[in-house]
Structures are given as structure tokens and as C-alpha cells.
């Protein structure tokens, strides 16, 4: 079960692989995610489900290199299988046709995003999607977003392609040619989550973006994905994880990320050390 | 009366404080077989057995106990696994002081401590499992398929109790490891997983599937499973924790007591960095409430090696809803205990760590709708706790997953299951739970009792539907 049937590598430390997973393919919707493990003794990670192949049994997920256990599974081989895989968590994102929708993504978050700009297209809306990367080579799904949107913008800081700057300059683009903006999605690294939904708030687009807190059972049994949204206490798990992005104690949330930093270096140290890399 | 009775449960061997206080080896040793069969003759064989009553599962406390006395072991046994299909679990975990101990007619002679009935069901489960297995032919299953949601004892017991009736029964449980809060919640060295994974390996060797990583209401839905079951059980548990919410929640060292114990259990956080998940080693730690889950918390957190672990509880020691053996565990492994306290915010410092827990001191006022005291702060008794960790165990609610994916089914006014307490009916023919899912946070052998009802009910319903 839960073999890996497809990789790729689409950008500096970040796969993109399919795998067999009958029952999530048969059930999930675009917003969820699933929680692996990749051994015996490993940790409980949570991945965003990227596409769904209902008729194949397989579900997509892009991941990105940043710690023990994502490096483990970029060790893995087509062919090998993940220990554990549950899913689909969370609730799906609100997809019905809002008129002119705008949908901003960066880094790794695009993987978590391009199912919702899919679906927001197929029932109707009018897309317009903001991606945006250091450099262009990080800007990834690219040609699958473009496909589904009725406009692309890209940013990159380093100006290697489109727009050079971030993603609000961008937002700020729009704003300035008229632009009526029902609802945003932002999802990307938390500090453009940040400044994206500040944003979106100073243009008044009502945004949801998608919290990715560290986890372990994702089933709202542990309370250590909690969150503070509108000054309420939230478990990102089964309450998201997409939420108001003009609600959330960001700084909190950066807060609690960084909980286990010293730990997740023992365990990337040693298995690097275990591993030879 | 046997005036020979002597006034002592006979003395069991356990770790001593120092050592087991840096292990999470299993405290107590259990008797051996002279030791468990001398503490049987103290046993007076009552005619009127108050200790049956006193089980919630009306195991045949003296009949057991007698077998014992004469050494026939097996039949011991028999007795035993007529009523019950954990009892190395239970005689580990039960708290017999309120049930079975409570009533004991030894335990009411003045002076007498009551007969040892839990030390002996262990002794007895454990001498079980030391021997021989005997191969298990799962009986035909052919009466029809159920379905079990959730493999705590809850589920476990229906589970295994409609295999031997007769019945092909799937059990999907959402972890990666099946025993609900066996597995995830109580501590290695009070419950052996090894125990847990022995119970569940006998259940499968009945002809039950157990399905890990399978949340129902997502990775299978409800009408998939009614379409493809006769009946379904529910036993989900309470597994929502609560958090007081107070000032400083979200801060850096505060857990929820399922986080806590979730790390250290279920994902071997204490093996850290052998298993790859890790909890905080911290130094001073406070554990908030006063149940089974807070000595687990605290005792948890002296073996991680903190230098100091507080329980603060904000009723007195009479009220403490822990058993008393765990409580003089603790007491003797070197917790501090604050009774008539509580916090009322957790100071952090410049970077988000929690660095202090305010606390404010209560009496005990009129008695509240439990019929207990209840505990009211006294002004101006506010004091500082230094701290780096905190540990919330103050309850937990219904988990929510399945029951907002099955609308149709009825809930109380706590949010739980509406289910009839002995027979597991709901409002839905072919749909029956019980467990902490219908009674809120409760014992193990509450919801193993309701699991053997529930599996009678289910067998009726069933034959009733195909008659
Ligand atoms: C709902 C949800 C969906 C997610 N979807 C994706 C996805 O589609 N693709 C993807 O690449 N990642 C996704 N993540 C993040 C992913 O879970 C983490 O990158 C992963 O847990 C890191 O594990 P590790 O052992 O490799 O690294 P660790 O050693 O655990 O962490 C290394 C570094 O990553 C950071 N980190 C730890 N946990 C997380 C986290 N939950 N989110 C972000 N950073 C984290 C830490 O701050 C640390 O600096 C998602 C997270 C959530 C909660
Ligand atoms: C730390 C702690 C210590 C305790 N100590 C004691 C003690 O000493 N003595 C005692 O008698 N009792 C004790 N208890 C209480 C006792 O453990 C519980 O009352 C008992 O486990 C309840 O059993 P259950 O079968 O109802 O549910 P649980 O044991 O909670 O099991 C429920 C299972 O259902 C699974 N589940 C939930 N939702 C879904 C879903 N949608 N799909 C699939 N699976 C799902 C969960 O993952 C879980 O594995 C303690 C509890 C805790 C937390
Ligand atoms: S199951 Fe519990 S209450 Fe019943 S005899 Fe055993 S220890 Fe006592
Ligand atoms: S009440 Fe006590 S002494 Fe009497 S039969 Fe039960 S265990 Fe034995
Ligand atoms: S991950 Fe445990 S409650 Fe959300």
C-alpha cells in the first residue's frame, strides 16, 4: 500500500510524486491534505494533496526538502512504499463560482493551491492567479495554473522573470487598474501569507489562506495545531486549514512554528550523519 | 469471621521511586505465584460476593479467586475470560478502590485492607500470556458484517466478542496503531504496550480485520459503510482536548495533556532521537488537574528528567479524581502537589516561551450540581510558579470528525452520542455506540462493559432483520 508510482524532480529540493491511495483519491477535494509517515519510527507529517486521480486510485503530492523526514522521502524510489498514509484531513476549500476570484501562491504553497484554482475555474469563476518566487526557477506549475486561469502573473525577486518584486506588488497592480475582487486564496510561506492577507485586507478582498502548524495526528486529538484566528483558539487540522487571513495571530503562529527548531536539527544531523550525505 | 485475615493486602514488588523515576519501565512487578496465591486465601468467599456488584462487568471475583487459591490456574482463567476480555488491562488499570475493592466485606473489617481483586486478575492475565499460545481457529463467520469505528477497548470488545459469536467484523481506526487511548494516552510504565498489542493480536486471530489509518467520515464515508455492513459500532472516544484558554495559551511550552502524552506514547518521543518525534526536555513543568491523565502528565514529565513537576488542582485531596494508587506513585516519585489551586495566565517571555504560571489559591464553597465543593479563588492569593512547561489535563470532549460527517445521528446535550447506556441503540436502527463517545471521559472497563452489551444488541438487531 501507498507506493510511490511516479517522481519528479520540478524545481531546487522539490519532488513531485503519485501515489496509490485508492480510498483518498476516491474521497478527497481540493483544500485537503494527508499525514504520512515514511518508517517504523518516523514522524507524522501533513502534505497537501496536490490532484487527485479518482479513476487510477492515485492521489499527487509536491513536497519540498526542508528536514528530516521530507529529505527520507526524497530518498525514496518509485516503486518503494510510504509506511503510513492518512487522509483526506481537513475541511475542503469553499468552491462555488464568486465572479472574479484572485489566487496567490508562492513556493511550495503553489502545490496547495492549483487544486483550488481548478476548481474555482471549473465552476465558473474568472481566475486571475498571482505566483511568485525568488527566482524563476522556484516558481513552480507554472503551465497547469496558467491553464486554469484567465490571467497569470508571475513575481520574482531577482526579476529572472515577470513582474520583479513580490506577490503585493502584483496585488497592488490590480487594485490600481480597477480590478473587482471578489475573494482571494494565499498560500505560500507564512511570511507572505502575512504580508498577502495584510494586503488583501488594505485593498478590502475578504482572503482565506491555508496554516500549515505542525502536526501529529491530524485528527483534532492532540490540540498541537492550534491556531488563534480572530482571537479565537483553533486546531488547523479539523477547523482548517484554511481560515480568514485577516484574522490570524501571524506572529504567534511564526511563534509556535519555530517550537522544535533545535530538535528537528538532532534529527536531520544524524540521519545525514546515518544516510552519508 | 476468619480472625487470621492478616490486616495487609500482601506486598507487591514495584521499581523503587529513585530508579523508575528515569525509566518508563512498568512500576509495579506483579506478584509471583506464592505471593498471588497467598493473597487469594485472603479472600472469606462471601456468599452475598458485594465485589460482583461492584464490577461493571460482574466478573466472578471469588470464583476466580479461588481457583487461584488452589493453584488451578487455567480454570482461574476461564472464569476470568468468561466476563471480561481485557483483564490484563484492567486489573492494571481499574480504579478497584471505587468498584470491586470498595465493597469488599475484608476491606470493611476494621483495620483490614480489602483483597487484593486487581493485583490477582493481573497476575492471573499475565500467567496466561506466559504460556504456551493456543492456536486460534476463528469460528465461521457467517451471521453477517459489522462494521467497528474506533479500536479502543470500546471497539475492541465489540469487536471481538461478535467474532466469536459468529460475525465477520472490520474495525477502522484512525491512527497508525490500534488501542485508542491504551495506546496513545496511558504511559508505558503503568500499561506495557506490549499488553495492548497482545490483547489486539487475540482479537485478530479471531478473524477480525483491523484497518489502521482510516478516519471515518473521510477516508471512508458513513454511507459507505451502512451500505456495506448489516450494523455499525461507534466507539470514537472523547478525544477533543479542552484547554482553559486562558492568557498565554498559544505560548511556546504549552500542551494540551493528549499532545504531551501523544508525543510520548504513540510516537516514542522519550526514545528521541531514535524515533524521530520529540518533545520538550524541560526543567520545571506544571500539570494542571488532578485526574488519571494529569499523574500520567506528570510522571511523564519526572522521567523525561525534569528537575521539578507541580500538579496543581484546584480541589482538595479528597476530591482527587485519580486513582489513589497512582497518586502515591506519584507522591512517592517526588511530584509536588498544590491542591485548592489554579492558574490564571502563563507568562511568557520576549521570544514566546513560557516562563511562569500565575496561580490564585480557592476554598471551598457551596456544593456545585456534582454534589461536590465547589472551589472558589480567594482574592489577593495570586502567586508565581516558575515553569518552562505546562501540561493542561483538564478534559477532554467529543472528537468531532465522524459526527459532523453523520448529521442523521443524535447527540445529547454535551455534544455526545444519544445512546441507550445499555444497549448501545441510537436513533438510527443499524447504528450503536458507546465508550467515552456516549458517556464522556469514563474507564476502561465502563466502556468495555458497554462493548459486550452493544455486541448482544447488535447480534439481536441483526438475527431480528434476517428472521
Ligand atoms: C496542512 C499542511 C499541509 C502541508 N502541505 C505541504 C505540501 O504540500 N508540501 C510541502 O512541501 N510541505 C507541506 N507542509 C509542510 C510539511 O508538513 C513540512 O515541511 C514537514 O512536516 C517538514 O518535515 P521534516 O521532518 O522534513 O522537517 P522538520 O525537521 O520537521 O522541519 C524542518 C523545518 O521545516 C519547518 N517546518 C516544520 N513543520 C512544518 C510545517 N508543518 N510546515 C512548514 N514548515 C514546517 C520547521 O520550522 C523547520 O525549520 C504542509 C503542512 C501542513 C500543516
Ligand atoms: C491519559 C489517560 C489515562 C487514563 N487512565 C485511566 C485509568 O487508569 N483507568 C481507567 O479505567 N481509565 C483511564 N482512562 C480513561 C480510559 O482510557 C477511557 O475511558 C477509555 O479508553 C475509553 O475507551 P473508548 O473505547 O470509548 O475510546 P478510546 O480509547 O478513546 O478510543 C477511541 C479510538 O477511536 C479512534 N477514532 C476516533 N475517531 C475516529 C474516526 N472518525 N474513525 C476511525 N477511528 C476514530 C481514535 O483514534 C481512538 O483510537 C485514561 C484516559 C487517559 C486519556
Ligand atoms: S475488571 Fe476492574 S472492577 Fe472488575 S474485578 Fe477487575 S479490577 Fe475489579
Ligand atoms: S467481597 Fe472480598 S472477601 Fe468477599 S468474596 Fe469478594 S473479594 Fe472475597
Ligand atoms: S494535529 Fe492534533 S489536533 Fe490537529
Known amino acids: 500500500m501507498f507506493k510511490i508510482l511516479s517522481k519528479r524532480l520540478i524545481a531546487p529540493k522539490e ?33 497537501t494533496v496536490a490532484e487527485y ?20 522521502m526524497a530518498q525514496l524510489k518509485v516503486g518503494d512504499s510510504l509506511h503510513d498514509l492518512l487522509g483526506p484531513l481537513g475541511n475542503p476549500s469553499e468552491i462555488e463560482n464568486l465572479g472574479t476570484v484572485l489566487m496567490v501562491g508562492g513556493g511550495v504553497g503553489i502545490a496547495a493551491l492549483y487544486p483550488i484554482v481548478k476548481e474555482l475555474k471549473e465552476v465558473g469563476n474568472r481566475v486571475i492567479t498571482i505566483l511568485g518566487g525568488r527566482t524563476a526557477d522556484l516558481v513552480i506549475l507554472k503551465d497547469e495554473c496558467a491553464a486554469f486561469s484567465d490571467e497569470l502573473l508571475v513575481t520574482t525577486d531577482d526579476g529572472s522573470e515577470g513582474i520583479k518584486g513580490v506577490v503585493t506588488d502584483a496585488m497592488q497592480l490590480l487594485a490600481d487598474r480597477g480590478e473587482k475582487i471578489s475573494q482571494a486564496w494565499i498560500i505560500g510561506p507564512t511570511i507572505m ?16 489562506v491555508s496554516l ?19 482571537d479565537e483558539i483553533r486546531f488547523a487540522c479539523v477547523d482548517g486549514p484554511e481560515f480568514d487571513g485577516w484574522g490570524v495571530n501571524w506572529n504567534e503562529f511564526m511563534n509556535r512554528m519555530g517550537q522544535y527548531k533545535n530538535e528537528e536539527k538532532i534529527s536531520l544531523e544524524k540521519y545525514q550523519s546515518e544516510v552519508g550525505e | ?10 506486598p507487591i514488588s514495584e521499581q523503587d521511586p529513585v530508579v523508575r523515576g ?19 486465601t485472603r479472600c472469606l ?36 475470560s468468561d466476563a471480561t476480555s481485557l483483564p490484563a488491562v484492567c486489573g492494571r488499570v481499574c480504579p478497584q478502590e471505587t468498584q470491586c475493592e470498595g465493597v469488599c466485606t475484608v476491606g470493611k473489617i476494621k483495620g483490614k485492607e480489602p483483597v487484593a481483586i486487581g493485583k490477582l486478575e493481573r497476575f492471573v492475565a499475565d500467567w496466561k500470556a506466559s504460556q504456551p499460545e493456543e492456536a486460534i481457529t476463528p469460528p465461521v463467520q457467517d451471521k453477517g458484517k459489522v462494521a467497528v469505528v474506533g479500536s479502543g477497548p470500546a471497539g475492541l470488545t465489540v469487536a471481538g466478542d461478535l467474532a466469536k459469536m459468529g460475525y465477520k467484523v472490520t474495525v477502522f481506526e484512525a491512527l497508525h496503531e490500534p488501542g485508542g487511548v491504551l495506546m496513545y494516552g496511558i504511559p508505558e510504565f503503568r500499561l506495557p504496550k506490549e499488553i495492548v498489542r497482545r490483547e489486539i493480536g487475540n482479537i485478530r486471530k479471531l478473524g477480525v480485520d483491523v484497518e489502521v489509518n482510516a478516519v471515518v467520515g473521510r477516508t471512508v464515508t458513513i454511507e459507505e459503510l451502512r451500505s456495506q455492513f448489516d450494523a455499525l459500532f461507534i466507539g470514537t472516544g472523547a478525544g477533543t482536548p479542552h484547554f482553559m484558554n486562558l492568557p498565554g495559551t498559544n505560548l511556546n511550552g504549552v500542551f494540551s495533556a493528549s499532545e504531551y502524552l501523544t508525543r510520548i506514547n504513540l510516537m516514542h518521543a522519550y526514545e528521541f532521537p531514535v524515533y524521530d518525534t520529540p518533545t520538550k526536555t524541560s526543567k520545571k513543568v506544571v500539570v494542571v488537574g488532578g485526574g488519571n491523565v494529569a499523574m500520567d502528565a506528570a510522571r511523564s514529565a519526572l522521567r523525561l528528567r525534569a528537575d521539578k513537576v507541580t500538579v496543581v488542582y484546584r480541589r482538595s485531596i479528597e476530591e482527587l479524581p485519580a486513582r489513589i ?43 456545585d450540581a456534582s454534589g461536590r465543593r465547589r472551589p472558589v479563588p480567594i482574592k489577593g492569593s495570586e502567586f508565581v510558579i516558575e515553569a518552562d512547561t505546562v501540561v493542561e489535563a483538564i478534559g477532554q470532549g467529543s472528537n468531532k470528525v465522524l459526527l459532523n460527517a453523520f448529521p442523521e445521528l443524535k447527540l445529547n446535550k454535551w455534544g455526545y452520542i444519544d445512546a441507550d447506556e445499555k444497549t448501545g441503540a441510537t436513533n438510527l436502527p443499524d447504528v450503536f455506540a458507546g465508550g467515552d463517545i456516549v458517556t464522556g471521559a469514563a474507564t476502561v472497563i465502563l466502556a468495555m462493559g458497554v462493548g459486550r452489551d452493544a455486541a448482544r444488541s447488535i447480534d439481536s438487531y441483526i438475527q431480528s432483520k434476517k428472521g
Not at chain 1, 193 to 208: D, Q, R, T, V, Y
Request: aromatic share 8%.
Open chain 1, 15 to 47: 519532488y513531485d510524486i503519485w501515489v496509490d491511495a485508492p480510498r483518498v483519491a476516491r474521497n478527497g477535494k481540493a483544500g485537503q491534505f494527508v499525514v504520512l509517515r515514511t518508517s517504523e519510527k518516523g514522524e507524522r507529517i501533513p502534505l
Open chain 1, 53 to 72: 486521480d479518482r479513476e487510477g486510485g492515485r492521489i499527487r503530492i509536491i513536497f519540498q526538502v526542508v528536514g528530516k523526514t521530507t529529505m527520507e
Open chain 1, 212 to 230: 500549515n502548524p505542525i502536526m501529529i495526528d491530524g485528527t483534532g486529538m492532540c490540540g498541537c495545531c492550534r491556531v488563534t484566528v480572530n
Open chain 2, 1 to 10: 469471621m476468619a480472625p487470621k485475615i492478616t490486616p495487609k493486602k500482601t
Open chain 2, 22 to 40: 528515569k525509566n518508563f519501565d512498568e512500576v509495579c512487578l506483579g506478584y509471583t505465584l506464592d505471593e498471588a496465591r497467598l493473597e487469594a
Open chain 1, 193 to 208: 501569507m502575512k504580508f498577502a492577507s495584510l494586503k488583501a485586507k488594505e485593498l478590502g478582498i475578504p482572503c482565506w
Open chain 2, 325 to 367: 494508587e497512582e497518586y502515591h506513585h506519584a507522591v512517592e516519585e517526588g511530584i509536588v502537589f498544590n491542591f485548592l489551586t489554579n492558574p490564571v495566565e502563563y507568562i511568557g517571555d520576549e521570544k514566546g516561551n513560557l516562563k511562569a504560571v500565575r496561580c490564585i489559591r480557592m476554598e471551598l464553597g457551596e456544593p
Open chain 2, 45 to 80: 468467599q462471601c456468599k452475598t460476593a458485594p465485589c460482583i456488584a461492584g464490577c461493571p462487568v460482574a466478573i466472578d471475583i471469588p470464583g476466580f479467586i479461588k481457583a487461584l487459591a488452589e493453584g488451578d490456574l487455567p480454570k482461574s482463567w476461564e472464569i476470568l
